[in-house]
């Protein structure tokens, strides 16, 4: 089998082969071996966010990815006469405004520009002029850019004046220390193919147990409703329709790798030796990150295009993957960027080879290195 390309993106991730190997098995869905292991991976992920059935939290998995785990809890946490405040700095917060749009529900919005934090003071402000609003969101790491909110300030705030706090951690849970009660989080979202490094196919809710109970009767959809799918798998274990039983094998693999490496801390000082290593070597070639270093995640970093005009980004990303390296096109507002992750099976020598293979390339491009600086 021809050797796969390393992964720079914000998933699907590069796995280990260990992981992709536990798929080489059927499952029957009904079957005790199965259930068991679903029950296992609930548990273990709930002991990730520092939670147990014990300290009043559940854990829900949902078929599909992140998305459908944000559409899931939107459509079924907010009541018919709920409002939701949505904290939005990147292309992630915008897509919880289209989901409230879609489902008719009352939203306020809070923007800020991609390269700027969710400001705490102004969700303060927010619920102290709307007692309309029930529920808040933010995205704790934005993949837009890589920034990283102000998570636990906000969820203080919100939960002081007992609103609930919906958070998508989609790209920062396993790889960033979460703990759900510290945080005032009463719904936590994210997906097996991010931080924890399973493949693709289902996302996963952590939420208060109380939380949960009050979405009875109230979702906007019948597959996605959160309160009938927990019911389902604490009832007889199972998942209401079709599980994705290989992604499941992996993700409990990928759960066993994540302990071996020493848990969260672990994984997030891979993630971080990664990301400076890359900082430091786009630096050299000349490449300006797109954050400023404070508000910059380990997870992934935005880089402004070179103002040389041999450099096309097409051709640049084509040219990587010929040398088995995928980045990540752009997705910013306003800016001309590309983003390179550094989640997933990735080492230190594969970011240096990623780095071999950018000045590789940029010569074969005629720009001029160090790169000159973003026009
Ligand atoms: C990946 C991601 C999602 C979900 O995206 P999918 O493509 O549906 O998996 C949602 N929010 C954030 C912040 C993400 O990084």
New binding site residues.
């Given amino acids: 089998m021809a050797k796969d390309k390393l992964l720079f993106t ?2 699907p991730l590069t796995t280990s082969r260990t992981v992709k190997e536990a798929m080489l098995h059927d499952m029957g869905s009904r079957d005790e071996e199965f259930i068991a292991m679903v029950r296992d991976i609930r548990r273990q992920l709930l002991e990730l966010g520092g939670a147990s059935q014990a300290s009043g939290y559940e854990a829900v998995l949902v078929q599909g ?3 459908f785990g ?1 559409e899931s809890v939107l459509s079924s946490a907010i009541p018919a006469k709920g409002k939701l405040l949505i904290l939005v700095n990147g292309a ?1 917060g915008e897509r919880m405004v289209q989901m409230a749009t879609r489902y008719g529900i009352a939203t306020e919005v809070l923007r800020w520009s991609e390269d700027e934090m969710v400001d705490p003071a102004s969700v303060q402000k927010a619920l102290n002029a709307d007692a309309a609003i029930t529920h808040v969101v933010i ?1 704790d ?3 837009t850019t890589g920034i990283l909110n102000p998570t636990e300030k906000v969820g203080a705030i919100v939960q002081a004046a007992g609103r609930t706090f919906i958070v ?1 951690a ?2 920062s849970f396993g790889a960033v220390p979460t703990d759900l009660a510290a945080g005032g989080i009463d719904y936590l979202i994210s ?1 097996a193919n ?1 931080c924890i490094e399973g493949v693709p196919g289902f996302s996963f809710v952590l939420a208060r147990r109380s939380k949960l109970e009050s979405c009875k009767g109230q979702a906007r959809t019948l597959s996605l409703d959160l309160y009938e799918q927990w019911r389902g798998l604490e009832g007889n274990g199972q998942f209401r329709y079709t599980p994705p039983t290989h992604t499941l094998l992996a993700f409990a693999q990928a759960l066993k790798e994540l302990a071996e490496e020493g848990g969260v801390a672990g994984r997030a000082a891979r993630y971080l030796g990664n990301h400076n290593a890359l900082k430091a070597g786009m630096k050299e070639l000349g490449f300006l990150p797109y954050l400023a270093p404070e508000v910059q995640s380990y997870i992934i970093t935005a880089f402004h295009y070179p103002g040389d005009t041999n450099f096309k980004f097409e051709e640049f990303y084509r040219r990587l993957s010929q040398r088995d390296m995928v980045i990540y096109p752009g997705k910013l507002g306003h800016v001309d960027c590309f983003r390179m992750g550094n989640i997933g099976r990735l080492k230190d020598k594969d970011i240096q080879a990623l780095l071999v293979a950018v000045e590789g390339v940029l010569k074969e491009m005629s720009v001029a290195i160090p790169v000159a600086r973003p026009k």
């Fill in positions: 914000p998933g990815s992140g998305t944000v992630y995205v790491c934005e993949t998508d989609m790209s997906s991010k």
